[in-house]
């Protein structure tokens, strides 16, 4: 039967409210509605994922598409959109969603306005603490490492590249072609001591994906940022790495946190490594908590951690109390997101004496220059970029510094040129080769702020390195493929402009050339070579030296002691080890090739002549 119809307009043409026709069996569609709207939820969450906060934007988009989704399913049981009659009935449906979007708007606008830089700003500036300290002090002088080589060589786009290279090893495992390198994750860390990119693999594709999942990831590449050696590092005991941000479903990392913890919010997480000893290493997630400090949406920071184990998919949660004071955690190297930190550091130059300050005077208003690279201070890793006036122009007022485990930060007062500037001009000096110029990285020259650049040809490989002064990055710089000659150049054309570093160059590249600074712990042993041997091992050149006066083989890497690859048989040399001399292989710590007496002029026969 057909509905009824009912004229409700009056002459002077205006209309009454509709009448509201409920379709058939309408209570059986409205629990229709109700049960396909709960699906669509549980289905729209577990894809989107969603944090469970009144904090979380996303979760207020969350709330409304469900809403958005009973008044589709609505119009669709009672079969509004053929019989228009029954469109007063899907309106009257959807007030109650109506209602819950028209709230969920009026408490996003209320939050965004309790959050707004305008009535907060002084807040912002206080997300971050910054302690202004002395470079000279503050910035560890190269003469403090161990040695000027392991200044990193690499970016993170060159050390992708070079990570493709490890790819290849797979093939030892019958693995070949299955697997990429990530390209999102690529973070910089300290390992063994060393500046290091850990880089895991992923899925070349979907169909691979489909075939290795149920064993997992094999691996990671291990790339040394110094020596630009890289490494495929196979999981040992036939263990994998199960989740991580590659895998879908019940493995996907963001999924795995997700159903542990519904209400935090997270950042992007950084895959670390352990050092367990006997270069054994533990696979980790760290993946930041996020809150906001400010209002509702605004001053995000973080407040902890969890610390997800890559294979077995454990979690652990730490608070960023515990991450300061904890030393059993000080192997975690990056909490802070660089990005996150430029921004509370942002808001601090931008709104310290206040908001309109920021617009209309803008005294003392900085902001960090554009990029950032990484130091690595006594074993945290700090993320640093210059400070420059808003004004745009390329002059530098500092560098800030922040340690990206604890977030402390510190403010170096360093007048200069901006990094740009300092890649312009190092480009400048291989103008004819069309190199480019890598971010630069801070280095401390006896006093001196220094900008070291690698500079990499258009198949992105390193090909050589450039020195330029931050004070004068128009007038004092240096290039060279040798890094030795480059740190010579440089020192030359400061002493030229008269700024005085007293230092011996050769030594920082070369720490293990021959000297006489030998430690008092190092046991000489003086002899004549009589067997050479080499080794690869772990990626590296060994060199097996036997001396005439000892039965051991002492063995020294090619990169702690290039000059070993000149040896021959018969040389005599001075080898210098620590410890005992046990066993048939001895780690030597230097080697020194014995200098030949000159032989004395010879006297002339008439001294007439």
Same mark, same amino acid.
């Given at each position: 039967?057909? =509905?009824?119809?009912?004229?409700?307009?009056?002459? $002077?043409?205006?209309?009454?409210?509709?009448?509201?026709?409920?379709?058939?069996?309408?209570?059986?569609?409205?629990?229709?509605?109700?049960?396909?709207?709960?699906?669509?939820?549980?289905?729209?969450?577990?894809?989107?994922?969603?944090?469970?906060?009144?904090?979380?934007?996303?979760?207020?988009?969350?709330?409304?598409?469900?809403?958005?989704?009973?008044?589709?399913?609505?119009?669709?049981?009672?079969?509004?959109?053929?019989?228009?009659?029954?469109?007063?009935?899907?309106?009257?449906?959807?007030?109650?969603?109506?209602?819950?979007?028209?709230?969920?708007?009026?408490?996003?606008?209320?939050?965004?306005?309790?959050?707004?830089?305008?009535?907060?700003?002084?807040?912002?500036?206080?997300?971050?603490?910054?302690?202004?300290?002395?470079?000279?002090?503050?910035?560890?002088?190269?003469?403090?490492?161990?040695?000027?080589?392991?200044?990193?060589?690499?970016?993170?786009?060159? %050390?992708?590249?070079?990570?493709? @290279?490890?790819?290849?090893?797979?093939?030892?495992?019958?693995?070949?072609?299955?697997?990429?390198?990530?390209?999102?994750?690529?973070?910089?860390?300290?390992?063994?001591?060393?500046?290091?990119?850990?880089?895991?693999?992923?899925?070349?594709?979907?169909? #691979?994906?489909?075939?290795?999942? #149920?064993?997992?990831?094999?691996?990671?590449? *291990?790339?040394?940022?110094?020596?630009?050696?890289?490494?495929?590092?196979?999981?040992?005991?036939? #263990?994998?790495?199960?989740?991580?941000?590659?895998?879908?479903?019940?493995?996907?990392?963001? @999924?795995?946190? @997700?159903?542990?913890?519904?209400?935090? !919010?997270?950042?992007?997480?950084?895959?670390?490594?352990?050092?367990?000893?006997?270069?054994?290493?533990?696979?980790?997630?760290?993946? =930041?908590?996020? /809150?906001?400090?400010?209002?509702?949406?605004?001053?995000?920071?973080?407040?902890?951690?969890?610390?997800?184990?890559?294979?077995?998919?454990?979690?652990?949660?730490?608070?960023?109390?515990?991450?300061?004071?904890?030393? /059993?955690?000080?192997?975690?190297?990056?909490?802070?997101?660089?990005?996150?930190?430029?921004?509370?550091?942002?808001?601090? &130059?931008?709104?310290? /004496?206040?908001?309109?300050?920021?617009?209309? &005077?803008?005294?003392?208003?900085?902001?960090?220059?554009?990029?950032?690279?990484?130091?690595?201070? *006594?074993?945290?890793?700090?993320?640093?970029?210059?400070?420059?006036?808003?004004?745009?122009?390329?002059?530098?007022? &500092?560098?800030?510094?922040?340690?990206? @485990?604890?977030?402390?930060? *510190?403010?170096?007062?360093?007048?200069?040129?901006?990094?740009?500037?300092?890649?312009?001009?190092?480009?400048?000096?291989?103008?004819?080769?069309?190199?480019?110029?890598?971010?630069?990285?801070?280095?401390?020259?006896?006093?001196?702020?220094?900008?070291? !650049?690698?500079?990499?040809?258009?198949?992105?490989?390193?090909?050589?390195? %450039?020195?330029?002064?931050?004070?004068?990055?128009?007038?004092?710089?240096?290039?060279?493929?040798?890094?030795?000659?480059?740190?010579?150049?440089?020192?030359?054309?400061?002493?030229?402009?008269?700024?005085?570093?007293?230092? $011996?160059?050769?030594?920082?590249v070369n720490p293990n050339t021959p000297s006489t600074d030998n430690s008092p712990e190092a046991t000489p042993v003086p002899g004549v070579i009589t067997d050479i041997r080499t080794a690869d091992k772990d990626g590296n050149t060994y060199y097996y030296i036997k001396l005439d006066s000892n039965a051991a083989y002492f063995s020294i890497a090619v990169k702690d002691n290039e000059n070993v690859v000149l040896l021959?048989?018969? /040389?005599?040399?001075?080898?210098?080890?620590? &410890?005992?001399?046990?066993?048939?292989?001895?780690?030597?710590?230097?080697?020194?090739?014995?200098?030949?007496?000159?032989?004395?002029?010879?006297?002339?026969?008439?001294?007439?002549?």
């Amino acid at each position: 039967m057909d =509905p009824i119809k009912v004229d409700f307009s009056k002459k $002077d043409g205006s209309r009454k409210n509709d009448i509201v026709v409920p379709p058939e069996r309408a209570a059986l569609k409205i629990i229709l509605s109700v049960l396909c709207s709960a699906v669509f939820a549980g289905l729209l969450f577990y894809f989107m994922l969603p944090a469970i906060n009144f904090k979380a934007i996303e979760f207020y988009i969350y709330l409304a598409a469900v809403a958005v989704s009973y008044i589709i399913f609505s119009a669709v049981f009672s079969n509004a959109l053929a019989k228009p009659e029954y469109m007063p009935y899907v309106k009257k449906q959807a007030r109650i969603p109506g209602i819950l979007i028209a709230a969920l708007i009026v408490v996003v606008a209320i939050g965004y306005l309790f959050s707004c830089q305008l009535f907060r700003a002084k807040d912002y500036s206080r997300i971050i603490t910054v302690t202004e300290a002395d470079f000279k002090q503050g910035i560890e002088s190269i003469e403090d490492h161990e040695s000027f080589v392991e200044v990193p060589r690499l970016d993170g786009d060159s %050390a992708n590249q070079i990570a493709t @290279r490890g790819l290849g090893d797979l093939a030892k495992f019958g693995l070949e072609s299955q697997f990429k390198v990530s390209e999102e994750n690529n973070n910089q860390i300290n390992l063994d001591g060393k500046p290091t990119r850990v880089v895991p693999l992923e899925y070349d594709n979907i169909i #691979k994906w489909f075939y290795n999942t #149920k064993a997992g990831i094999p691996g990671y590449i *291990k790339i040394d940022m110094s020596s630009m050696e890289q490494k495929l590092v196979k999981l040992d005991d036939g #263990k994998y790495i199960r989740y991580s941000t590659a895998e879908h479903f019940q493995y996907n990392l963001k @999924r795995h946190l @997700r159903f542990n913890y519904p209400t935090y !919010m997270f950042g992007d997480a950084t895959f670390e490594v352990k050092e367990l000893g006997n270069e054994k290493y533990q696979t980790y997630w760290v993946c =930041p908590i996020l /809150d906001k400090t400010i209002g509702l949406f605004g001053g995000t920071d973080v407040k902890g951690i969890i610390l997800v184990d890559a294979i077995t998919g454990e979690c652990t949660e730490y608070s960023m109390d515990e991450i300061i004071k904890n030393t /059993d955690l000080s192997w975690i190297d990056r909490v802070y997101d660089s990005d996150l930190v430029v921004e509370q550091y942002n808001y601090y &130059g931008k709104y310290r /004496d206040g908001f309109f300050n920021s617009l209309l &005077g803008q005294q003392g208003v900085v902001a960090t220059t554009e990029g950032y690279n990484y130091i690595a201070q *006594k074993g945290d890793v700090w993320m640093y970029t210059g400070v420059t006036s808003v004004t745009g122009d390329n002059s530098l007022t &500092g560098f800030v510094l922040v340690n990206q @485990r604890t977030k402390e930060t *510190k403010f170096y007062e360093v007048a200069g040129g901006t990094e740009s500037s300092a890649q312009n001009s190092a480009q400048g000096l291989v103008k004819d080769l069309q190199y480019t110029a890598t971010f630069p990285i801070l280095l401390n020259i006896g006093g001196e702020p220094t900008y070291f !650049m690698s500079l990499k040809d258009e198949n992105n490989i390193v090909q050589q390195c %450039a020195l330029v002064n931050v004070r004068q990055y128009n007038s004092i710089s240096a290039n060279n493929k040798d890094l030795a000659e480059c740190l010579n150049i440089y020192i030359d054309e400061l002493k030229k402009a008269k700024v005085e570093v007293d230092f $011996d160059s050769e030594s920082l590249v070369n720490p293990n050339t021959p000297s006489t600074d030998n430690s008092p712990e190092a046991t000489p042993v003086p002899g004549v070579i009589t067997d050479i041997r080499t080794a690869d091992k772990d990626g590296n050149t060994y060199y097996y030296i036997k001396l005439d006066s000892n039965a051991a083989y002492f063995s020294i890497a090619v990169k702690d002691n290039e000059n070993v690859v000149l040896l021959n048989k018969g /040389d005599k040399v001075t080898v210098y080890y620590e &410890g005992n001399a046990e066993g048939d292989i001895v780690a030597a710590k230097s080697i020194e090739t014995a200098v030949a007496e000159e032989a004395a002029p010879e006297a002339p026969a008439n001294p007439a002549e």
